[in-house]
């Protein structure tokens, strides 16, 4: 049948419909679902969403899902498209969600029902069914496991989730592949290529994650990558190393045998040889394939191990799951340990990211003011040895010990068998968990941990940090304890031992003690013990290697269960790492039922002191048990304690004394004893039977539930006797959560040799320290009501309903036969003993009843108060009773009312179905009418238009003729535009050309002009050097002849012509240095001043050198006019008067500051400091011949210059600033 499931109290109804029940018909496939709905596939179907009304008259939406397991846990996937066309049908609005979505996009049922949410949607109205194509795949799929899966979505392309997509690369590509042989003898890593190829595609498809579909057609395209890579086509090529297959032998159960077929199937694939470490002996062959495919990507995968990890957890696997093949990750796949201790690169990785992590520790530490914690000194070897990269998938080791194997000396348990699973270990004596008086943290190998510490000379240490400094490559072993609560088996173990592996791990890798104090806050939560599953959790997320920890059953906790199986009076008892001695809660329980409430009758108050001892007795049982109730590990010294403060109560002595109890056995043992030498020691099922009347509903049986560990699985008889004993005390008792019974347990009835078989206890105060074995008498009135019960046996028996003895009669006497004197002495000695033992206990009794008199007259008042408070309750009772009464009789009326109302409601409802069809009716006709009277008054206004419309039709002809004579007209003119611009654009184009051609040309001179200017530039520049000089010459020239002309007295006339003759000498002069000034001083400055600012751009590229660059050139080219205007004007002004001449300036060249720019960028650039020379490289010395220029400050030696300016390039040039520096000897400087 189908399943239904509802997550939510008003969630999405989920259904699965199993792929035998799906129905084959002539036009395909049909789901027939749990309400009678039948629904077509998908594809075939396009009202898919059309809503239906089930056999129960609801309204229904369907929608179908695509099932997964994702980390062990079943996932509904919707496809987005659908999602939208549903809430589009339901709604009746249209979203724009489908429009901005892929086609291929997934979600989860938990974010499809907050769309619904969102909406206001009934989640009710909307059921969740598989898809039925998708449903036959996996099942085919199951049954062959040949072809991957698709999603089949209609009107689009098939699409495919991420482990289907590696699934079909695994089947189709690696599955041909030798990975052992390298065939290509073209390439030397072949191979290693084609293995990063698979790696890289695998890669494509786990980007996305669930969220979105593959399409077929990308994957089809990655495996036609794939398929051309040489080494696929080499292995294809040669017949005799293609693949092997998945080795499926002939037998009809398609299972095979791993031993030398899984090693070469290993050994195919490039994995591991890891087939001789198989545990198990046989193996179906889609668990190997799963397997093998896994064991390749964790191995090959090393950059999409997590992702692809996550991902493949889905149809493959969930198949296994069906079929209970969920094992894929444990200690029986030793291929992910092998592979991931033969991962050289992911150690050395894993070394890598602790390293980087504690460096960002210690800078948080040093931010926080955290002191620096104290580290062991652990090597680099002994972390990589202790803590090694783990896979997520891998558990722990989980091992029972057999009975056989332990063996208890003295305090010592040891195991004593050979179990190769654990470890490396001999055969004798190599797991002791010793009992003595100090604490023990681990079980572990105690004789070669001896052998290291003497080797060392340390002692033995006494914690998990201390042993792991001085064994660092041993294993270790952490005591489990198996328990069964609710009826579910788990497995704990104790939380300090958890804890102080814990520290260890986190010392180890050089992390804070805060972070274990996290764990410790965390774990004391949950008591003395913690789930395994916690300890895993934490092991994944530091990286811890598991193979290294071995989990070991605790060997005195197998002890003790074994003990507590045989006897069911021994409680379950171990110790903890204080070596106390510890039981669970429902342990301690059940000891103190089985010291005190079984030594103690509670059907009858014989104490006459106390007004409502046993009562008092009872509550403060129940009370000590809920003190139990908790927590989870309790020490037997509290609960011994517990025992002896309930034990010295009045009730307990009182109630059931040892010599009454010996002397009713010594009497039924002689009637019934046959069934006392077959008789056992009492069950826990005879103490259910008095543990349940005894607490009733004050909820305590709960606690019981936690260890009554591994019991056997007939659980049916212990279910029927707790209902019968219960209906006797409870109304609609609930079916309890206790785990099962043994099978070889007996049902122990509740008759009175089993209420008497209660062990003797040692421990109690009314019996004296000299009392002798033999059983003392009673007082007569109560052997005479015994000597009555002796004859007839049945009367010992108690009813069913409640054990409830008979009390002494007084009157009651016994008939005393013949004694003899020596019997009579013997009797009276000991009533003389006896009177002497009373009388001492009367003292004490007395004073113990002087200080409860006082206890007593308190509580007399408190009495009389609840007496008081009880008179009015019991008056409210009454009050109360009466108004139940009454409202008995009104709640029958009101129920023959509600009865008579359904009636009449039905008969309503349907008036009510009635009324609103012919109000619907009446509506329509109404809105007919309204309709037909709308379209007569539209027929006139019609008509009406209709004139007009004709009358403007025949204006709008009239004027779309004039409009054609116009266009026409028009079309001529335009026409005639059109051929005259067309002339017009050819002369343009034939311009264009003439003007381009003389762009050209004009290019090409402003070039040459260009050249020219630069040419002339640098003329000028070596004029203006000679004219400066020149310049003062005429200056002092002129100043002379101004004083020859004050002081001379010759005639005017011979003035006159001197000065004729040298005006005329200095105009050619300045008119020379004119000359050479524009045609070659400043053309060379140009040329250098330009050279020196590409130079300068290109050692500093940003935009503050490119702007002082540019206003560097600007001022230089300024500089270069002025020079020469000021040269035109002192022509002029020589002509009229030589004593008005102007002072030149200074030779134009780049300023100081561009200077000091440039040199401090070269020497940066170079490197080459201002006290070497920058042509050989080497220092100045004071006694050489040096030589500086005039722009750059660079100074250089004369004999490096002189064979500078001997290569053709230098030009004689300075090789720092590029300006004209001549030899001084050849070229000197006018003084």
């Given at each position: 049948m189908s399943e239904s499931t509802k997550d939510k109290e008003n969630g999405i109804e989920v259904l699965y419909i199993p792929a035998d029940e799906i129905q084959k018909t002539d036009n395909g496939y049909r789901i027939a679902c749990r309400d009678g709905t039948k629904l077509p596939p998908r594809i075939c179907s396009s009202d898919y969403f059309v809503p239906r009304i089930n056999l129960e008259g609801n309204k229904k939406y369907y929608i179908p899902y695509y099932y997964l397991v994702l980390k062990g846990e079943t996932?509904?996937?919707?496809?987005?498209?659908?999602?939208?066309?549903?809430?589009?049908?339901?709604?009746?609005?249209?979203?724009?969600?489908?429009?901005?979505?892929?086609?291929?996009?997934?979600?989860?049922?938990?974010?499809?029902?907050?769309?619904?949410?969102a909406e206001n949607i009934d989640k009710s109205l909307i059921t969740a069914v598989n898809d039925i194509n998708y449903t036959l795949d996996t099942d085919e799929f199951c049954k062959h496991a040949t072809s991957p899966l698709f999603v089949e979505i209609p009107d689009r392309e098939d699409g495919m989730f991420p482990s289907q997509a590696i699934y079909y690369v695994f089947h189709s590509v690696i599955t041909k592949v030798n990975f052992s042989l390298n065939l290509c003898e073209d390439h030397p890593n072949c191979i290693g290529d084609f293995k990063t190829a698979?790696?890289?595609?695998?890669?494509?498809?786990?980007?996305?994650?669930?969220?979105?579909?593959?399409?077929?057609?990308?994957?089809?395209?990655?495996?036609?990558?794939?398929?051309?890579?040489?080494?696929?086509?080499?292995?294809?090529?040669?017949?005799?190393?293609?693949?092997?297959?998945?080795?499926?032998?002939?037998?009809?159960?398609?299972?095979?045998?791993?031993?030398t077929q899984y090693e070469t199937t290993c050994k195919h694939y490039g994995l591991p040889n890891f087939g001789s470490c198989m545990h198990e002996d046989f193996m179906s062959i889609?668990?190997?394939?799963?397997?093998?495919?896994?064991?390749?990507?964790?191995?090959?995968?090393?950059?999409?191990?997590?992702?692809?990890?996550?991902?493949?957890?889905?149809?493959?696997?969930?198949?296994?799951?069906?079929?209970?093949?969920?094992?894929?990750?444990?200690?029986?796949?030793?291929?992910?340990?092998?592979?991931?201790?033969?991962?050289?690169?992911?150690?050395?990785?894993?070394?890598?990211?602790?390293?980087?992590?504690?460096?960002?520790?210690?800078?948080?530490?040093?931010?926080?003011?955290?002191?620096?914690?104290?580290?062991?000194?652990?090597?680099?070897?002994?972390?990589?040895?202790?803590?090694?990269?783990?896979?997520?998938?891998?558990?722990?080791?989980?091992?029972?010990?057999?009975?056989?194997?332990?063996?208890?000396?003295d305090e010592l348990y040891c195991y004593t068998g050979n179990y190769p699973d654990i470890g490396k270990l001999s055969t004798i004596h190599e797991l002791i968990m010793t009992r003595v008086c100090r604490p023990q943290y681990f079980i572990v190998n105690r004789q070669q941990a001896m052998e290291r510490a003497n080797e060392k000379n340390s002692m033995y240490p006494s914690t998990l940090v201390g042993y792991h400094a001085i064994n660092n490559t041993s294993d270790y072993y952490v005591r489990s304890f198996r328990v069964r609560v609710a009826g579910v088996e788990s497995i704990r173990i104790l939380t300090e031992e958890a804890l102080n592996f814990v520290f260890l791990l986190l010392v180890s890798k050089g992390l804070d003690d805060y972070d274990a104090t996290a764990y410790q806050s965390a774990w004391s939560k949950f008591g003395g013990t913690i789930p395994l599953y916690f300890f895993e959790e934490f092991a994944d997320k530091y990286n811890v290697n598991k193979s290294r920890i071995k989990i070991i059953e605790d060997m005195a906790y197998k002890c003790s269960v074994e003990e507590f199986r045989e006897t069911g009076v021994a409680p379950i008892i171990f110790p903890n790492l204080r070596n106390e001695q510890v039981m669970f809660a429902s342990q301690a329980i059940l000891y103190v039922f089985e010291r005190v409430v079984f030594g103690a009758d509670f059907s009858v108050d014989y104490c006459e002191e106390h007004q409502n001892c046993l009562a008092d007795f009872r509550q403060k049982i129940v009370e000590k048990v809920q003190d139990f109730h908790g927590t989870i590990l309790i020490t037997k010294y509290d609960v011994d304690r517990v025992i002896l403060e309930l034990q010295t109560h009045c009730s307990y002595r009182i109630q059931f004394p040892t010599h009454l109890k010996n002397l009713l056995f010594k009497m039924v043992s002689a009637t019934e004893q046959t069934d006392l030498e077959d008789k056992k020691p009492q069950s826990?099922?005879?103490?259910?039977?008095?543990?349940?009347?005894?607490?009733?509903?004050?909820?305590?049986?709960?606690?019981?539930?936690?260890?009554?560990?591994?019991?056997?699985?007939?659980?049916?008889?212990?279910?029927?006797?707790?209902?019968?004993?219960?209906?006797?005390?409870?109304?609609?008792?609930?079916?309890?959560?206790?785990?099962?019974?043994?099978?070889?347990?007996?049902?122990?009835?509740?008759?009175?040799?089993?209420?008497?078989?209660?062990?003797?206890?040692?421990?109690?105060?009314?019996?004296?320290?000299?009392?002798?074995?033999?059983?003392?008498e009673a007082p007569e009135h109560?052997?005479?009501?015994?000597?009555?019960?002796?004859?007839?046996?049945?009367?010992?028996?108690?009813?069913?309903?409640?054990?409830?003895?008979?009390?002494?009669?007084?009157?009651?006497?016994?008939?005393?036969?013949?004694?003899?004197?020596?019997?009579?002495?013997?009797?009276?000695?000991?009533?003389?003993?006896r009177a002497d033992f009373l009388e001492s206990e009367n003292r004490k009794l007395r004073d113990e009843i002087k200080i409860l008199h006082g206890k007593m007259d308190e509580a007399n008042k408190k009495r009389t108060d609840a007496v008081t408070d009880k008179n009015s309750a019991v008056k409210q009772l009454e009050l109360y009773k009466e108004k139940a009464e009454r409202a008995i009789g009104i709640g029958q009326?009101?129920?023959?009312?509600?009865?008579?109302?359904?009636?009449?409601?039905?008969?309503?409802?349907?008036?009510?179905?009635?009324?609103?069809?012919?109000?619907?009716?009446?509506?329509?006709?109404?809105?007919?009418?309204?309709?037909?009277?709308?379209?007569?008054?539209?027929?006139?206004?019609?008509?009406?238009?209709?004139?007009?419309?004709?009358?403007?039709?025949?204006?709008?002809?009239?004027?779309?003729?004039?409009?054609?004579?116009?266009?026409?007209?028009?079309?001529?003119?335009?026409?005639?535009?059109?051929?005259?611009?067309?002339?017009?654009?050819?002369?343009?184009?034939?311009?264009?050309?003439?003007?381009?051609?003389?762009?050209?040309?004009?290019?090409?001179?402003?070039?040459q002009n260009l050249t020219n200017a630069n040419k002339k530039y640098l003329g000028i520049v070596a004029k203006a050097s000679s004219l400066q000089s020149i310049n003062s010459i005429l200056s002092e020239k002129v100043t002379d002849l101004e004083m020859k002309n004050?002081?001379?007295?010759?005639?005017?006339?011979?003035?006159?012509?001197?000065?004729?003759?040298?005006?005329?000498?200095?105009?050619?002069?300045?008119?020379?240095?004119?000359?050479?000034?524009?045609?070659?001083?400043?053309?060379?400055?140009?040329?250098?001043?330009?050279?020196?600012?590409?130079?300068?751009?290109?050692?500093?590229?940003?935009?503050?050198?490119?702007?002082?660059?540019?206003?560097?050139?600007?001022?230089?080219?300024?500089?270069?006019?002025?020079?020469?205007?000021?040269?035109?004007?002192?022509i002029r002004i020589y002509k009229r008067d030589a004593s008005k001449l102007l002072s030149l300036p200074e030779l134009p060249a780049l300023s100081q500051e561009f200077m000091d720019l440039f040199s401090k960028l070269d020497i940066q650039q170079t490197g080459i400091p201002d006290t070497d020379c920058v042509i050989c490289y080497e220092f100045r010395h004071s006694h050489e011949a040096v030589i500086k220029c005039h722009r750059c400050p660079r100074i250089y030696h004369l004999k490096c210059l002189r064979k500078w300016y001997e290569e053709p390039a230098a030009g004689e040039k300075c090789p720092t600033c590029r300006v004209v520096f001549r030899d001084p000897e050849e070229y000197p400087i006018l003084g």
């Open positions: 996932t509904f996937r919707f496809l987005l498209l659908d999602v939208f066309k549903l809430i589009e049908r339901i709604s009746g609005i249209e979203s724009n969600g489908s429009k901005n979505h892929a086609q291929m996009e997934t979600i989860s049922l938990e974010k499809f029902e907050d769309l619904l949410e698979v790696k890289n595609c695998c890669a494509t498809f786990t980007v996305s994650g669930l969220d979105y579909l593959i399409s077929k057609s990308i994957v089809q395209e990655e495996i036609k990558k794939l398929v051309k890579h040489c080494s696929f086509a080499h292995h294809l090529k040669r017949p005799k190393h293609k693949q092997i297959g998945f080795l499926i032998p002939d037998s009809p159960h398609h299972r095979f045998v791993p031993t889609h668990e190997m394939r799963a397997k093998l495919m896994l064991g390749w990507i964790h191995s090959v995968f090393e950059n999409i191990r997590s992702a692809s990890g996550k991902l493949l957890m889905d149809v493959v696997i969930y198949l296994l799951d069906r079929e209970q093949k969920d094992n894929i990750f444990s200690t029986d796949s030793p291929f992910l340990i092998d592979c991931q201790a033969a991962s050289n690169e992911s150690r050395n990785k894993v070394e890598k990211l602790t390293k980087t992590r504690h460096r960002r520790e210690e800078k948080l530490r040093l931010k926080k003011g955290k002191p620096a914690p104290e580290k062991l000194p652990v090597s680099t070897k002994q972390i990589s040895e202790t803590i090694l990269f783990n896979s997520p998938y891998l558990k722990f080791e989980v091992h029972n010990l057999p009975m056989e194997c332990i063996e208890k000396f826990a099922l005879s103490k259910f039977r008095w543990i349940v009347p005894f607490l009733g509903t004050s909820g305590v049986v709960a606690p019981l539930i936690d260890a009554l560990s591994m019991r056997a699985e007939n659980i049916d008889t212990f279910y029927d006797a707790w209902r019968n004993v219960v209906n006797q005390y409870c109304e609609n008792p609930e079916k309890p959560v206790f785990e099962p019974l043994p099978t070889e347990w007996k049902l122990v009835e509740n008759t009175l040799p089993s209420l008497l078989a209660a062990p003797e206890r040692s421990d109690s105060l009314i019996e004296s320290e000299n009392s002798s074995n033999e059983p003392e109560i052997i005479a009501s015994v000597g009555e019960e002796d004859q007839n046996p049945k009367a010992l028996e108690p009813e069913p309903t409640s054990v409830k003895p008979k009390k002494p009669s007084k009157k009651a006497k016994i008939a005393d036969p013949q004694k003899s004197v020596e019997e009579i002495s013997r009797i009276n000695a000991k009533k003389a003993r009326r009101l129920n023959e009312a509600e009865k008579t109302l359904g009636k009449k409601d039905k008969e309503i409802q349907k008036m009510r179905k009635q009324l609103d069809t012919l109000h619907n009716r009446i509506q329509r006709t109404d809105e007919l009418e309204e309709k037909l009277k709308r379209k007569k008054k539209n027929e006139e206004q019609l008509t009406k238009s209709k004139k007009e419309l004709q009358d403007e039709n025949e204006t709008l002809k009239a004027n779309a003729e004039t409009m054609k004579e116009k266009l026409k007209a028009a079309q001529n003119k335009t026409s005639k535009k059109q051929k005259a611009l067309e002339e017009e654009l050819s002369k343009l184009k034939l311009n264009n050309k003439e003007l381009t051609t003389k762009v050209d040309r004009l290019e090409k001179e402003n070039e004050q002081n001379l007295s010759i005639p005017r006339s011979s003035r006159s012509s001197s000065t004729s003759s040298s005006s005329s000498t200095s105009i050619n002069e300045l008119e020379r240095l004119k000359d050479s000034f524009e045609n070659v001083d400043a053309p060379r400055i140009i040329e250098n001043g330009m050279e020196m600012v590409k130079r300068l751009i290109a050692m500093k590229n940003d935009a503050d050198t490119l702007e002082f660059a540019e206003s560097e050139q600007m001022r230089l080219i300024y500089s270069i006019e002025e020079y020469s205007e000021t040269l035109d004007l002192n």
